[in-house]
C-alpha cells in the first residue's frame, strides 16, 4: 500500500458505558461522551422542525429514545413484531408471548440463511401487551402487561448470550409449548433443534405451567454442540443488561462488552473476535450464518481489530512529472464538467466528496485555476447545506430536526432517509468533505460546526442526550452498522454497503481532528478500526474454508442481515454491482481493503464489467504494482458513464499512478 497514512497517536482511552432508561426517559448524556447533550441540545433548538415521514407506532415505553437502526429495532416498529437475532440465538414475541429458536443454518449458491422458527415459545397468563422497555449497548428487555397495563414480567436478551431471561414483576403463570421435565432447579426439553435447558429460581413447574411470585425467574437455554447441560445450566444467571467500553492503542482498538448477571455467565464469540477464545471456551459451538460461534464462560468479552488510518486526500508527493502532467490535464476538464449538484442527502453528499477530492488533486499537482473553482463550488455548497435556517428558506439543500424520530433530516430524502435509513452514509460524505476543504482553512470550521457537529451526533452520538441517540447505526458486538432505520423484516436488520459505512468512520474522524474534539476522534478511530475490520471478515475476505460456505459459490457478500447472508444487492443483480457496493468511494481511507492480494484478484474476476466496475479497476490495484499498471491503462479508456458519481478519471487515474508507482 502507498496510500497517505498518517494520523495522531491516541493513546489508550475508554469511552463511558450507558445504558437506556427502564420505560422513563433516557439519561441525559454527560460532558464525559463525545458530543454531549450539553453541546448538542443547543445547536437542534437551533434548527427548524422537520417532519418529512410520520412516526409509526411503536411498541416501546414512553420516554425512551426509538431505537432506530438495531439489531432489534423489528420488535419495535411495523405493524407486527418481526424476529431478531440476538446470536446465537433467534428470538420473536407478540403481545402476549415470547420464543426463541437455534437458527438452523442451510448454505446455497446465493445464500447463507438461518431459520426463525421458536423451539420454546411461552405465553404469558394475563397477558395483553408487551413494549420493548429498556436497551443498552447490546441487550434489550421486553416487559409484558395486562390489560390495565401493569406489568406481570420482563424478558431479556442480548446479543453473545445463548441465555433468555424472564422475571416476574407481578405473580404470574407462564405456559410453554414444549414439555420440560425434571425436579429441583434444572428442568430439560427435546426440540427439533436439540436439548433446551430452563433454570428455576424460585419458579414452580406444573405439567405445562410455571407459577412465578415477584422477583421469581426463569432462563431458557439450548445445549450447544458437544456442549454439557450441566455446563451451561451453571451459567444461566439471570442477564439484567449490558455495557461497554472501548480503547485506542497504536496497532489496535478494543472493545469490551460486560454483560451484567448476578453470577458468571456464558458468551458466544463470532468469528471476527476470534482473539478472544481461550481456556474458557470450552462449553462448546453454535452454528450462525457468520460460522461457528464458540462459547465462552465468563461475563466479559474482549476483543480487538487493527487501527486504520484516515486521510483526507491521496499523497501525490511521489508521482512522476509525466503522471503529474496527465492528472493537471484531467483535473481541468473533471471540474469544468463538474455537474450541477444533487439537492438529496445521498447523491449531494457524494458531489461533495468527489469535488472534495477534486480539489485536492488539482492543488498538488499545480492545477491552480482548478484548485481554485473546485474549491470555490465546495465551499459555497457546504455553506448553503450548514445554514441552520437554511430549511426556513427553501425546500431543499438545508437540515432540519425531527423531534418524533430523534434524528436530524435532510430536507430532500433519498433512500428512506427520511425512516432513517442509511444516515451513516449520507453524513459521511459530508463530514468528509467539511474535513477535506477546512484542512487549508481552519476558519471554516466554526462556520460548517454547528450543522456538522450535529450530523456527526445524529449518527455517532457517544451517549443518548435524549434529543440524539447512541451510536445510532453502529452495533458493538457485531463491530459494524446496520442501514435499515425500522428494520420491518423477518430476516433482522442489514447493511449493504459495508465501505460507505467504513468512509463514515473516516469522515467523522477526519472532520473531528479538523474540529480538535479529541474525544470524538478517539470514538471515531475504534469505530473506524472495528468497521473496516467487520467489513472484511464478513463481506469481503472472509476464510472460505469456514464449513458455513460449503456450497456459496461466490467470493464476495453483498447484504449481511441479522439470521441471513446475501449474493445480492439492493439495486442491481449484477457481480460488478455485488463487488463494487463494497468498494464505493475507494476513499483515500480504503487501504483495510489491500489486506490479502490473492483474494482481490479473485474477487475482481468474479466482479467482472458492468455497474460499479469502475471501483473494481481501482480495488485491483491494491493487489500490486503490475495490477495497477494494467488497471490504469483501463481506467484511461473507460467511458465517462461508467465512472460513478462519487468519483471522477482524475481520482482514478491518481489512485491507481499511486499503486503502480509503489512497486
Not at 413494549?131 to 402487561?145: G, H, I, K, M, N
Not at 471554516?444 to 442526550?465: F, K, Q, R, S, W
Amino acid at each position: 500500500m502507498a496510500l497517505s497514512a498518517c494520523s495522531s497517536d491516541l493513546g489508550d482511552a475508554t469511552a463511558p458505558p450507558s445504558r437506556s432508561g427502564s420505560g422513563s426517559a433516557s439519561p441525559p448524556g454527560g460532558d464525559s461522551a463525545p458530543l454531549p447533550a450539553s453541546e448538542i441540545e443547543p445547536l437542534v433548538a437551533a434548527l427548524p422542525e422537520l417532519s418529512l415521514a410520520p412516526l409509526p407506532e411503536m411498541r416501546l415505553a414512553d420516554g425512551l429514545t426509538p431505537p432506530t437502526n438495531r439489531w432489534f429495532s423489528g420488535l419495535v416498529f411495523g405493524e407486527e413484531p418481526q424476529p431478531v437475532f440476538p446470536l446465537p440465538l433467534a428470538f420473536s414475541m407478540d403481545d402476549t408471548s415470547f420464543g426463541a429458536g437455534l437458527p438452523q443454518v442451510v448454505t446455497s449458491e446465493t445464500a447463507i440463511v438461518g431459520s426463525h422458527q421458536q423451539d420454546v415459545s411461552v405465553e404469558v397468563g394475563d397477558a395483553a401487551t408487551t413494549v420493548v422497555a429498556a436497551y443498552d449497548d447490546a441487550s434489550v428487555t421486553l416487559e409484558t402487561r395486562d390489560a390495565d397495563d401493569r406489568p406481570l414480567g420482563r424478558t431479556t436478551i442480548a446479543q453473545g448470550s445463548p441465555y433468555v431471561t424472564h422475571v416476574a414483576v407481578a405473580d404470574e403463570t407462564l405456559t410453554t409449548s414444549t414439555d420440560f421435565a425434571g425436579s429441583g432447579a434444572v428442568v430439560t426439553a427435546e426440540t427439533a433443534s436439540g436439548p433446551w435447558g430452563m433454570r428455576l429460581d424460585g419458579a414452580e413447574l406444573d405439567g405445562d405451567t410455571f407459577s412465578l411470585g415477584r422477583g421469581d425467574s426463569i432462563v431458557l437455554f439450548p445445549v450447544p454442540e458437544e456442549g454439557d447441560l450441566d455446563a451451561m445450566a451453571e451459567h444461566a444467571v439471570p442477564l439484567t443488561g449490558t455495557t461497554s467500553s472501548y480503547s485506542v492503542g497504536a496497532d489496535e482498538v478494543t472493545t469490551t462488552i460486560t454483560y451484567e448477571a448476578d453470577g458468571t455467565s456464558a458468551v458466544a464469540v463470532m468469528p471476527h473476535q476470534s482473539g478472544a477464545v481461550d481456556g474458557a471456551c470450552r462449553l462448546g459451538t453454535f452454528p450462525s450464518v457468520y460460522g461457528s460461534l464458540t462459547l465462552c464462560a465468563g461475563s466479559t468479552l474482549t476483543w480487538s481489530a487493527p487501527r486504520v488510518r484516515a486521510d483526507g486526500a491521496l499523497d501525490l508527493s511521489g508521482l512522476s512529472n509525466d503522471d503529474r502532467e496527465e492528472l493537471a490535464a484531467q483535473v481541468a476538464r473533471d471540474v469544468d464538467d463538474l455537474p450541477d449538484a444533487p439537492a438529496d442527502t445521498y447523491f449531494g453528499g457524494k458531489w461533495l466528496y468527489r469535488t472534495s477530492q477534486l480539489m485536492t488533486i488539482a492543488e498538488q499537482v499545480g492545477a491552480e485555476a482548478p484548485a481554485r473553482e473546485a474549491r470555490a463550488q465546495l465551499v459555497e455548497l457546504l455553506r448553503t447545506w450548514t445554514q441552520p435556517d437554511g430549511c426556513l428558506e427553501r425546500s431543499e439543500r438545508c437540515f432540519g430536526y425531527d423531534p418524533a424520530w430523534k434524528g436530524v433530516m435532510g430536507q430532500t430524502a433519498a433512500f428512506g432517509s427520511e425512516l432513517l435509513n442509511d444516515h451513516h452514509f449520507h453524513y459521511g460524505y459530508f463530514l468528509y468533505a467539511a474535513a477535506v476543504v477546512s484542512e487549508a482553512d481552519p476558519s471554516l470550521v466554526d462556520e460548517l460546526a454547528p450543522v456538522m457537529t450535529l450530523l456527526a451526533a445524529d449518527i455517532a452520538g457517544g451517549a443518548d442526550t435524549g434529543t440524539t441517540p447512541k451510536w445510532r447505526p453502529f452495533d458493538v458486538y457485531a463491530s459494524h452498522s446496520w442501514a435499515s432505520g425500522t428494520s420491518d423484516f423477518a430476516d433482522g436488520n442489514n447493511q449493504e454497503s459495508s465501505s460507505e459505512a467504513v468512509t463514515a468512520w473516516a469522515g467523522l474522524l477526519l472532520w473531528a481532528r479538523a474540529a480538535g474534539d479529541e474525544d470524538l476522534e478517539r470514538q471515531a478511530e475504534w469505530m473506524l478500526g472495528s468497521e473496516a475490520h467487520a467489513a472484511t471478515t464478513y463481506w469481503t475476505n472472509f476464510d472460505t474454508s469456514e464449513p458455513v460456505y460449503d456450497g456459496f459459490e461466490h467470493t464476495a457478500i453483498g447484504i449481511n442481515w441479522g439470521g441471513k447472508r446475501d449474493y445480492a444487492t439492493w439495486f442491481s443483480p449484477e457481480p460488478s454491482a455485488i463487488l463494487g457496493i463494497q468498494l464505493i468511494p475507494m476513499s483515500p481511507s480504503s487501504g483495510y481493503l489491500a489486506e490479502d492480494p490473492d483474494r482481490i484478484t479473485a474477487n475482481v474476476e468474479e466482479a467482472g464489467d458492468g455497474p460499479l466496475s469502475d471501483y473494481a479497476l481501482m480495488y485491483a490495484g491494491l493487489a500490486g504494482a503490475s495490477e495497477a499498471a494494467s488497471a490504469l491503462e483501463q481506467a484511461r479508456a473507460l467511458p465517462g458513464n461508467a465512472i460513478d458519481q462519487g468519483s471522477s478519471r482524475s481520482y482514478m487515474l491518481a489512485f491507481l499512478m499511486i499503486q503502480a508507482a509503489s512497486g
